[in-house]
């Protein structure tokens, strides 16, 4: 060191270490740099899109290696090339006079250009000359040389004129000489290229994917423009983005656009050829419904994650929110992309078997989601089982409470019963909607047992002594049982009962649900009394006022029949199993627990000394079905306006994971997983814990199955909050009035007779068995009979018939179909409720509501004839089949079709016009014979009448409908229904 | 394996963590005479030499070494908001050894009658330029490919968005800032949050006043300074850096405690029974219930602050801090004691919290007024 001081510089450190350093340390941020690019480079969407390509071009070649495949296997493209080589051919023999003709072209073109600038030149001088002229007689006045300028000017104009457009005539007539010559070949060419358009433009799609069908030039550039840092111009590779119109994100303090970059690495979404493509590649399913520019849900106003949800502006494979479907997936995924849960994001995206969860927040109007199979089937479980009795659901604000009446229960069934039923009603019952209380999980062990048979004890002591009265008077007539099981298959109860021979092994769907509308018909004779059935079938109302099992106006022996056969269905066994004791000790504590939930001690111990078994009793009842909210579901008198007691579900799905209370149980952090568990094993949450008897969870069991509790949990995660920006399903009046009547209809379960938009009927499987059983018919028979014995199907009701006779067969049903056993019950339905149904059946076929058109048939006395002609039995012999009046057709009543008579006040003009031109066409498989063939319409009416004109035929036969005369025959009318 | 790791979890808990280190810490910086002769006789100061660096360096890589390998403890050492506090710790501890170890050498010349190392032109003498300006520009291309690489393997903590209805838990400061929100566990938001650290800052401006110790100036020395520099670090281990330890590592959901192997779980439950010191008199000791005045209530309160600082001062002066009185004069020795007195409250406070649950001394919720 001391001798470096002396040379000339001063310098304490070595100079070629701090190079060195220098010199490593900027090689290792070299490779930094290189390793921050690196990383930009290899971004998971460019792999993706990189991959894309390659497929895309892979796919491309292949297309065009079919295209030119087919062109060359084209026999009208192979012979087009033919005539191609001939005719040019041709043209080369005419190659010296095609020169000359070429010549002159050229010299009359330069002749031209040149005597049409003097033109242009001459015609300029002349507008001068003309100005001056004009402005010399309005000023100064005119001079000669004015007026001789004006002169010249003007005849040199249209001599050049004249000359310039006989040399362009001239030229024209040259050029299409020319032109002829390549006439052929150019229309070879055009025939040419129309055949190998599909070809051409795959050619133009591969010089702009594929590297191999580039120039150089295209080649290198194509390359440069993904290069790092200059990529910021216009790369191939790029991140793509929707921003979606109809939905934004929330962010808590404010709503921003939502902004959906999957289609990054979701290239072929919108690619047809992609079908079979893996992901992220493959096609978007349903195209027709979804992202195509043509569906109702087009990708660039509905982006993606407005219906599944996730982390739109994620650009990679966790940051986008994925959920995998099972358990499998997941840890492939791990493996795969090393996916993990993005607990940042509050809304991860619907797993696959969920997805249709993403329909409900824009359809939460309807109540059958068409394409949403799953989660309408999870709409109606809840409905069904009532969730939103405890739960409230803001869909299902207003609906009926599910569970019957208890308010006059003492006169319906004993003590006993009632015991057994609350304690198990799956005994009793199996696949009751009831669910179940007790035995579950949280109290099922011997301790919790005796306590909880005290506690029903309790109950049910409440029950009876709350109970009101209930008049009977004695059944005037006896029942006849073979006549009422009879009678039970045959008038409809099938429609909305499931009935005591059906098994309940085959998985329940939608259909299904129809026919458990009201509860199973089992058991009665061990539940209830033959009087109490009596009279309950003869008017339900005047036991539950709000009932929805309606008035099949039964007479007084229909209803006894009906009763002794219900009370012969008993269940011995689930009589036979024991009640215990009223445990006096037991009770003291059971109340004294719930006493000092209220009061302190002293004063719980003090009310508890003064009360007696029966006020024990009954206190303990009262809060036990407080405390277990049995009034959400059954009218219990004293719990009137009782709020229900589980939690709101209208935005469940949106509630933040951790709120969820996963409590001990291992089970996966999900929402789907935790709404899984609590179905399946509801107080599954409270093992583990140490809870008092009134801590536990309270959720009762229904009895779901797996792909049940699916569809549930489907409904659940789409129970959301949305923004009130939100585009929801438009609210036009059509769909206001339509959801309207789609709700009262499943309210009614209209669908578990009627066929209505395509579903329902759910009774016509149990007509069969009543033909086979009751009317000795095969099965095949039946099969082919049932729809004829079934009640109508609505297909077109609002297009079919008149308002106003909708209103009165709703508020008072008459016969129209004699002939059908089945019964139109009386509802009693409110004008209200009346207008939803008419207002839904005209909405729905787009009909022009409420007023229609009126006709006046005004029939000449030759068209009257005419008309009774067509109807006798030589022509269309309507009556054979039709009911007129009273005058029942010949034959089986099988074959038998509406009352003709009634055709007037009920059915629309304009529809009977459409319904003879094809009944097919509006009602398909329908029994009315098709007299107009749609396909040789003009010769398919008799030539005789009318002059043989079809459409004249058509409307006499409508018109002469309507002014159809009353049948002569007075036979007595039924005194059925239909 | 799970044994120790319980024995660490349990050791971990502050009461017996922040005793030990208390311990520990004045022999390991004796402030006294008296302290730094049992500090040599224990060796203790061998921890300042290469051995001891060694010694301590791989004790600490070999507990975090394999704490990693337990995935409670890896969760939070890894997390990206806590790696920069993991550096922290290592850098405190080193650059403390290393100044330490400096002041050792010269202690050990002074004693020898040599005059300090820095008192020689140091052979490592660098000019501004070029060397020290080169020196620094390697060190800026080091510390961005630091960055650089630390970018690319750690992704920013960024958090969802804010949620009113939904806040974190736990929810933790800015490392920086959790010291201060651990003394909230012990004080008033308005004393943990405004007047403590209005007089830290005050305290660190007023060192220059305060420490009339001429001594250990352009060189590094402990023995010379032992009582300043115990002082200051009892402040910046104890009282700071230890907060934003047990901050960051030790305070899990609901700012429960959590030993550094414990899993964080939402549904640990913990007692919370304190109680105010006008109901610890009252009520437990003279057993009768709350004087309806509120200066009656809070009397012993009110008395125990206002003894706190108005009497300990001057007998301190007269007794332990005699000669610091005579040193420094009325007016620098005030503003030393209360200075060292509202730091002491912190460890105070932690004892009567843990060995009486003890929630304020003066508790006027009426005015939100607690100390």
Same mark, same amino acid.
């Given at each position: 060191? =001391?001798?470096?001081?002396?040379?000339?510089?001063?310098?304490?450190?070595?100079?070629?270490?701090?190079?060195?350093?220098?010199?490593?340390?900027?090689?290792?941020?070299?490779?930094?740099?290189?390793?921050?690019?690196?990383?930009?480079?290899?971004?998971?969407?460019?792999?993706?899109?990189?991959?894309?390509?390659?497929?895309?071009?892979?796919?491309?070649?292949?297309?065009?290696?079919?295209?030119?495949?087919?062109?060359?296997?084209?026999?009208?493209?192979?012979?087009?090339?033919?005539?191609?080589?001939? !005719?040019?051919?041709?043209?080369?023999?005419?190659?010296?006079?095609?020169?000359?003709?070429?010549?002159?072209?050229?010299?009359?073109?330069?002749?031209?250009?040149?005597?049409?600038? +003097? &033109?242009?030149? =001459?015609?300029? @001088?002349?507008?001068?000359?003309?100005?001056?002229?004009?402005?010399?007689?309005?000023?100064?006045?005119?001079?000669?040389?004015?007026?001789?300028?004006?002169?010249? %000017?003007?005849?040199?104009?249209?001599?050049?004129?004249?000359?310039?457009?006989?040399?362009? #005539?001239?030229?024209?007539?040259?050029?299409?000489?020319?032109?002829?010559?390549?006439?052929?070949?150019?229309?070879?060419?055009?025939?040419?290229?129309?055949?190998?358009?599909?070809?051409?433009?795959?050619? +133009?799609?591969?010089?702009?994917?594929? %590297? !191999?069908?580039?120039?150089?030039?295209?080649?290198?550039?194509?390359?440069?423009?993904?290069?790092?840092?200059?990529?910021?111009?216009?790369?191939?590779?790029?991140?793509?983005?929707?921003?979606?119109?109809?939905?934004?994100?929330?962010?808590?303090?404010?709503?921003?656009?939502?902004?959906?970059?999957?289609?990054?690495?979701?290239?072929?979404?919108?690619?047809?050829?992609?079908?079979?493509?893996?992901?992220?590649?493959?096609?978007?399913?349903?195209?027709?419904?979804?992202?195509?520019?043509?569906?109702?849900?087009?990708?660039?106003?509905?982006?993606?994650?407005?219906?599944?949800?996730?982390?739109? +502006?994620?650009?990679?494979?966790?940051?986008?929110?994925?959920?995998?479907?099972?358990?499998?997936?997941?840890?492939?995924?791990?493996? #795969?992309?090393?996916?993990?849960?993005?607990?940042?994001?509050?809304?991860?995206? &619907?797993?696959?078997?969920?997805?249709?969860?993403?329909?409900?927040?824009?359809?939460?109007?309807?109540?059958?989601?068409?394409?949403?199979?799953?989660?309408?089937?999870?709409?109606?479980?809840?409905?069904?089982?009532?969730?939103?009795?405890? &739960?409230?659901?803001?869909?299902?604000?207003?609906?009926? #409470?599910?569970?019957?009446?208890?308010?006059?229960?003492?006169?319906?069934?004993?003590?006993?019963?009632?015991?057994?039923?609350?304690?198990?009603?799956?005994?009793?019952?199996?696949?009751?909607?009831?669910?179940?209380?007790?035995?579950?999980?949280?109290?099922?062990?011997?301790?919790?047992?005796?306590?909880?048979?005290?506690?029903?004890?309790?109950?049910?002591?409440?029950?009876?002594?709350?109970?009101?009265?209930?008049?009977?008077?004695?059944?005037?007539?006896?029942?006849?049982?073979?006549?009422?099981?009879?009678?039970?298959?045959?008038?409809?109860?099938?429609?909305?009962?499931?009935?005591?021979?059906?098994?309940?092994?085959?998985?329940?769907?939608?259909?299904?649900?129809?026919?458990?509308?009201?509860?199973?018909?089992?058991?009665?004779?061990?539940?209830?009394?033959?009087?109490?059935?009596?009279?309950?079938?003869?008017?339900?109302?005047?036991? &539950?006022?709000?009932?929805?099992?309606?008035?099949?106006?039964?007479?007084?022996?229909?209803?006894?029949?009906?009763?002794?056969?219900?009370?012969?269905?008993?269940?011995?066994?689930? *009589?036979?199993?024991?009640?215990?004791?009223?445990?006096?000790? /037991? /009770?003291?504590?059971?109340?004294?627990?719930?006493?000092?939930?209220?009061?302190?001690?002293?004063?719980?111990?003090?009310?508890?000394?003064?009360?007696?078994?029966?006020?024990?009793?009954?206190?303990?009842?009262?809060?036990?079905?407080?405390?277990?909210?049995?009034?959400?579901?059954?009218?219990?008198?004293?719990?009137?306006?009782?709020?229900?007691?589980?939690?709101?579900?209208?935005?469940?799905?949106?509630?933040?994971?951790?709120?969820?209370?996963?409590?001990?149980?291992?089970?996966?952090?999900?929402? !789907?997983?935790?709404?899984?568990?609590?179905?399946?094993?509801?107080?599954?949450?409270?093992?583990?814990?140490?809870?008092?008897?009134?801590?536990?969870?309270?959720?009762?069991?229904?009895?779901?199955?797996?792909?049940?509790?699916?569809?549930?949990? %489907?409904?659940?995660?789409?129970?959301?909050?949305?923004?009130?920006?939100?585009?929801?399903?438009?609210?036009?009046?059509?769909?206001?009035?339509? @959801?309207?009547?789609?709700?009262?209809? +499943?309210?009614?379960?209209?669908?578990?007779?009627?066929?209505?938009?395509? @579903?329902?009927?759910?009774?016509?499987?149990?007509?069969?068995?009543?033909?086979?059983?009751?009317?000795?018919?095969? @099965?095949?028979?039946?099969?082919?009979?049932?729809?004829?014995?079934?009640?109508?199907?609505?297909?077109?009701?609002?297009?079919?018939?008149?308002?106003?006779?909708?209103?009165?067969?709703?508020?008072?049903?008459?016969?129209?179909?004699?002939?059908?056993?089945?019964?139109?019950?009386?509802?009693?339905?409110?004008?209200?409720?009346?207008?939803?149904?008419?207002?839904?059946?005209?909405?729905?076929?787009?009909?022009?509501?409420?007023?229609?058109?009126?006709?006046?048939?005004?029939?000449?006395?030759?068209?009257?004839?005419?008309?009774?002609?067509?109807?006798?039995?030589?022509?269309?012999?309507?009556?054979?089949?039709?009911?007129?009046?009273?005058?029942?057709?010949?034959?089986?009543?099988?074959?038998?079709?509406?009352?003709?008579?009634? !055709?007037?006040?009920?059915?629309?003009?304009?529809?009977?016009?459409?319904?003879?031109?094809?009944?097919?066409?509006?009602?398909?498989?329908?029994?009315?014979?098709?007299?107009?063939?749609?396909?040789?319409?003009?010769?398919?009416?008799?030539?005789?009448?009318?002059?043989?004109?079809?459409?004249?035929?058509?409307?006499?036969?409508?018109?002469?409908?309507?002014?159809?005369?009353?049948?002569?025959?007075?036979?007595?009318?039924?005194?059925?229904?239909? | 394996?799970?044994?120790?790791?319980?024995?660490?979890?349990?050791?971990?808990?502050?009461?017996?963590?922040?005793?030990?280190?208390?311990?520990?810490?004045?022999?390991?910086?004796?402030?006294?005479?008296?302290?730094?002769?049992?500090?040599?006789?224990?060796?203790?100061?061998?921890?300042?030499?290469?051995?001891?660096?060694?010694?301590?360096?791989?004790?600490?890589?070999?507990?975090?070494?394999?704490?990693?390998?337990?995935?409670?403890?890896?969760?939070?050492?890894?997390?990206?908001?806590?790696?920069?506090?993991?550096?922290?710790?290592?850098?405190?501890?080193?650059?403390?050894?290393?100044?330490?170890?400096?002041?050792?050498?010269?202690?050990?010349?002074?004693?020898?009658?040599?005059?300090?190392?820095?008192?020689?032109?140091?052979?490592?003498?660098?000019?501004?330029?070029?060397?020290?300006?080169?020196?620094?520009?390697?060190?800026?291309?080091?510390?961005?490919?630091?960055?650089?690489?630390?970018?690319?393997?750690?992704?920013?903590?960024?958090?969802?968005? =804010?949620?009113? =209805?939904?806040?974190?838990?736990?929810?933790?400061?800015?490392?920086?800032?959790?010291?201060?929100?651990?003394?909230?566990?012990?004080?008033?938001?308005?004393?943990?949050?405004?007047?403590?650290?209005?007089?830290?800052?005050?305290?660190?401006?007023?060192?220059?006043?305060?420490?009339?110790?001429?001594?250990?100036?352009?060189?590094?020395?402990?023995?010379?300074?032992?009582?300043?520099?115990?002082?200051?670090?009892?402040?910046?281990?104890?009282?700071?850096?230890?907060?934003?330890?047990?901050?960051?590592?030790?305070?899990?959901?609901?700012?429960?405690?959590?030993?550094?192997?414990?899993?964080?779980?939402?549904?640990?439950?913990?007692?919370?029974?304190?109680?105010?010191?006008?109901?610890?008199?009252?009520?437990?000791?003279?057993?009768?219930?709350?004087?309806?005045?509120?200066?009656?209530?809070?009397?012993?309160?009110?008395?125990?602050?206002?003894?706190?600082?108005?009497?300990?001062?001057?007998?301190?002066?007269?007794?332990?801090?005699?000669?610091?009185?005579?040193?420094?004069?009325?007016?620098?020795?005030?503003?030393?004691?209360?200075?060292?007195?509202?730091?002491?409250?912190?460890?105070?406070? *932690?004892?009567?919290?843990?060995?009486?649950?003890?929630?304020?001394?003066?508790?006027?919720?009426?005015?939100?007024?607690?100390?």
């Amino acid at each position: 060191m =001391a001798e470096k001081k002396e040379a000339k510089q001063e310098r304490y450190y070595s100079i070629s270490k701090l190079n060195k350093w220098f010199a490593i340390s900027s090689m290792i941020l070299c490779v930094a740099v290189f390793g921050v690019f690196a990383q930009d480079y290899l971004r998971e969407w460019r792999v993706f899109q990189r991959e894309f390509r390659e497929l895309e071009v892979e796919k491309t070649r292949q297309a065009y290696e079919n295209a030119q495949q087919d062109l060359e296997q084209n026999q009208e493209y192979q012979t087009l090339i033919e005539d191609q080589k001939k !005719a040019s051919l041709e043209l080369e023999g005419k190659e010296v006079l095609r020169k000359a003709l070429q010549k002159d072209i050229d010299k009359l073109d330069s002749e031209y250009y040149s005597v049409n600038r +003097r &033109h242009q030149f =001459a015609k300029a @001088e002349y507008d001068a000359a003309k100005y001056r002229y004009e402005d010399a007689q309005d000023h100064e006045g005119l001079t000669k040389d004015i007026r001789d300028e004006f002169a010249k %000017t003007q005849s040199l104009m249209k001599e050049l004129k004249i000359s310039a457009e006989d040399t362009k #005539k001239l030229l024209d007539f040259k050029k299409e000489e020319l032109s002829s010559f390549d006439e052929k070949i150019n229309q070879l060419d055009k025939a040419k290229e129309a055949l190998s358009h599909e070809l051409d433009v795959i050619n +133009r799609m591969l010089a702009k994917i594929d %590297t !191999a069908h580039m120039s150089f030039g295209n080649r290198m550039a194509d390359k440069f423009r993904d290069l790092p840092i200059v990529d910021f111009m216009n790369p191939s590779e790029r991140i793509e983005q929707v921003v979606v119109k109809v939905d934004t994100e929330n962010l808590n303090f404010m709503r921003v656009p939502r902004v959906d970059r999957c289609v990054t690495c979701h290239q072929g979404v919108l690619r047809k050829d992609f079908a079979d493509a893996d992901n992220p590649y493959k096609t978007h399913p349903n195209l027709d419904l979804f992202l195509s520019s043509g569906s109702p849900h087009p990708l660039e106003e509905f982006g993606c994650t407005s219906c599944h949800a996730g982390r739109g +502006r994620g650009t990679d494979f966790v940051s986008a929110a994925h959920t995998p479907s099972s358990p499998e997936q997941a840890k492939e995924w791990e493996e #795969k992309y090393g996916w993990h849960e993005f607990h940042l994001w509050e809304a991860p995206m &619907h797993a696959k078997p969920h997805v249709e969860a993403g329909c409900f927040k824009c359809h939460s109007g309807e109540t059958v989601l068409r394409g949403a199979e799953k989660l309408t089937f999870g709409l109606n479980l809840i409905e069904r089982s009532g969730c939103y009795s405890c &739960h409230t659901i803001e869909k299902y604000k207003g609906d009926p #409470k599910t569970g019957p009446n208890l308010a006059k229960i003492s006169s319906k069934t004993s003590k006993d019963w009632t015991f057994r039923w609350i304690k198990d009603p799956q005994a009793f019952r199996p696949g009751t909607w009831m669910p179940s209380f007790y035995g579950l999980s949280n109290n099922d062990d011997p301790e919790s047992v005796q306590w909880t048979d005290q506690e029903i004890h309790a109950i049910v002591h409440y029950l009876y002594t709350e109970s009101e009265n209930y008049d009977m008077k004695e059944i005037p007539v006896v029942g006849h049982l073979a006549r009422g099981e009879e009678l039970v298959s045959s008038i409809g109860c099938f429609a909305c009962h499931k009935g005591p021979n059906e098994d309940d092994d085959e998985d329940r769907d939608r259909q299904h649900l129809l026919s458990e509308f009201g509860p199973h018909l089992l058991g009665f004779g061990s539940k209830t009394s033959e009087k109490w059935l009596y009279h309950w079938l003869k008017d339900p109302k005047t036991y &539950h006022p709000d009932t929805r099992m309606p008035n099949l106006r039964l007479t007084d022996q229909e209803a006894a029949d009906i009763s002794s056969y219900l009370v012969s269905l008993s269940n011995e066994e689930f *009589m036979e199993s024991s009640v215990p004791e009223i445990n006096e000790d /037991m /009770m003291d504590n059971i109340t004294h627990e719930l006493l000092s939930l209220k009061f302190p001690a002293w004063e719980a111990e003090e009310k508890l000394k003064s009360m007696s078994l029966e006020d024990k009793l009954a206190f303990s009842g009262e809060t036990i079905i407080r405390q277990q909210g049995c009034f959400a579901c059954h009218n219990i008198p004293g719990f009137e306006d009782e709020k229900p007691i589980g939690v709101e579900l209208t935005e469940e799905g949106s509630k933040s994971l951790h709120k969820f209370a996963f409590e001990l149980s291992d089970i996966e952090h999900s929402k !789907a997983a935790w709404f899984q568990t609590k179905l399946k094993h509801p107080r599954i949450f409270d093992k583990g814990k140490i809870k008092g008897p009134y801590e536990k969870s309270r959720m009762p069991k229904f009895q779901f199955s797996d792909e049940e509790i699916d569809a549930v949990v %489907t409904a659940l995660l789409g129970f959301v909050k949305t923004d009130p920006n939100l585009r929801k399903k438009p609210r036009t009046p059509k769909n206001l009035f339509v @959801e309207a009547g789609q709700s009262f209809i +499943r309210q009614h379960n209209c669908q578990g007779c009627h066929i209505i938009e395509g @579903e329902g009927g759910a009774i016509q499987e149990n007509i069969q068995d009543w033909l086979v059983k009751h009317q000795g018919k095969t @099965e095949a028979d039946a099969e082919a009979l049932a729809a004829s014995f079934s009640p109508p199907n609505l297909i077109g009701e609002g297009k079919k018939v008149q308002s106003d006779w909708l209103f009165s067969f709703l508020h008072e049903p008459t016969i129209i179909r004699p002939w059908l056993k089945v019964r139109m019950p009386t509802y009693d339905f409110n004008e209200e409720e009346i207008n939803t149904a008419i207002k839904y059946f005209n909405f729905l076929d787009d009909e022009p509501f409420p007023f229609t058109e009126k006709i006046k048939p005004d029939l000449s006395a030759e068209e009257m004839a005419a008309g009774e002609k067509m109807y006798s039995p030589d022509y269309f012999d309507c009556f054979n089949c039709h009911i007129r009046g009273a005058k029942m057709p010949g034959g089986t009543p099988d074959r038998w079709a509406p009352n003709l008579e009634l !055709a007037k006040e009920r059915l629309k003009a304009k529809w009977i016009i459409d319904w003879i031109k094809n009944p097919q066409k509006l009602l398909p498989g329908t029994k009315m014979p098709m007299y107009f063939d749609p396909e040789y319409f003009d010769d398919s009416g008799p030539d005789d009448i009318l002059d043989g004109d079809e459409h004249e035929q058509i409307r006499v036969l409508r018109d002469y409908l309507l002014v159809l005369p009353k049948a002569a025959n007075p036979s007595s009318p039924s005194d059925q229904d239909g | 394996m799970d044994a120790f790791k319980s024995i660490i979890n349990s050791l971990s808990e502050p009461q017996i963590m922040f005793s030990f280190l208390v311990l520990v810490f004045f022999f390991i910086f004796p402030p006294s005479d008296k302290l730094y002769r049992i500090h040599k006789k224990l060796r203790l100061d061998l921890l300042w030499t290469n051995v001891g660096g060694v010694f301590i360096f791989t004790g600490l890589f070999v507990f975090f070494g394999l704490g990693v390998t337990d995935e409670n403890f890896r969760l939070i050492v890894t997390k990206p908001d806590n790696v920069p506090i993991v550096g922290l710790l290592f850098l405190t501890i080193f650059f403390l050894w290393l100044s330490m170890k400096q002041g050792r050498d010269n202690d050990i010349r002074l004693a020898e009658g040599q005059k300090p190392n820095e008192y020689h032109d140091p052979e490592d003498k660098v000019l501004v330029w070029p060397d020290l300006v080169y020196i620094e520009l390697i060190a800026i291309v080091l510390c961005s490919i630091l960055l650089m690489v630390w970018s690319i393997y750690l992704k920013a903590p960024l958090e969802g968005p =804010a949620n009113l =209805a939904d806040s974190p838990n736990p929810s933790k400061a800015p490392w920086y800032f959790l010291g201060l929100q651990e003394m909230l566990v012990y004080f008033d938001p308005w004393l943990a949050g405004v007047v403590l650290p209005s007089f830290i800052v005050l305290g660190l401006m007023a060192i220059p006043y305060i420490d009339s110790n001429r001594k250990g100036q352009g060189y590094y020395t402990f023995n010379e300074r032992k009582t300043e520099i115990s002082l200051f670090l009892f402040g910046w281990l104890l009282l700071w850096v230890f907060l934003i330890f047990v901050g960051t590592f030790l305070r899990g959901p609901n700012w429960n405690f959590f030993g550094p192997f414990e899993e964080w779980s939402l549904s640990k439950v913990v007692p919370l029974t304190n109680i105010n010191l006008s109901e610890l008199v009252y009520v437990r000791w003279l057993k009768t219930g709350l004087p309806d005045n509120i200066f009656l209530r809070e009397f012993f309160g009110i008395s125990f602050v206002v003894g706190y600082y108005l009497i300990l001062p001057p007998l301190l002066a007269r007794t332990i801090l005699k000669k610091f009185y005579s040193k420094m004069g009325i007016f620098a020795f005030s503003m030393f004691v209360i200075l060292l007195l509202t730091s002491v409250t912190l460890p105070i406070k *932690m004892y009567l919290r843990w060995t009486l649950n003890l929630k304020y001394i003066v508790a006027i919720p009426e005015f939100f007024f607690n100390i």
